[in-house]
Nanobody, 121 residues
Framework: QVQLVESGGGLVQAGGSLRLSCAASGSFFSIDTMAWYYQSPGRQREVVAVITSGGITNYADSVKGRFTISRDNAKNTVYLQMNILQPGDTAVYYC???????????????WGQGTQVTVSS
């Protein structure tokens, strides 16, 4: 089993910054894709940013130029630097990871427990 533990959420004023972290722990062979999603009340969970094991990134249009996803493979950790935050960014942010237990084996998906980000106007 893999556990994803998030940290870094909180309350910030519009225009401010936050940095989310998500550390994976457990016994596994490798972590493939890592990502951040967000979900606000009454809406479906949506992808914010994705990073592959090779460092290729992709972002939702709404956060391009403001958010940066990165990862430290040695620490099995993914980060989300969020700048110029807007009230519309308010949501619960979830960490995601796809994991292999053996080389070339199937991928298993895991989610963190979520961390609240609230941006006040």
């Amino acid at each position: 089993q893999v556990q994803l533990v998030e940290s870094g959420g909180g309350l910030v004023q519009a225009g401010g910054s936050l940095r989310l972290s998500c550390a994976a722990s457990g016994s596994f062979f490798s972590i493939d894709t890592m990502a951040w999603y967000y979900q606000s009340p009454g809406r479906q969970r949506e992808v914010v940013a994705v990073i592959t094991s090779g460092g290729i990134t992709n972002y939702a249009d709404s956060v391009k130029g403001r958010f940066t996803i990165s990862r430290d493979n040695a620490k099995n950790t993914v980060y989300l630097q969020m700048n110029i935050l807007q009230p519309g960014d308010t949501a619960v942010y979830y960490c995601y990871a796809s994991v292999q237990y053996v080389r070339d084996g199937p991928l298993y998906q895991y989610w963190g427990q979520g961390t609240q980000v609230t941006v006040s106007s």
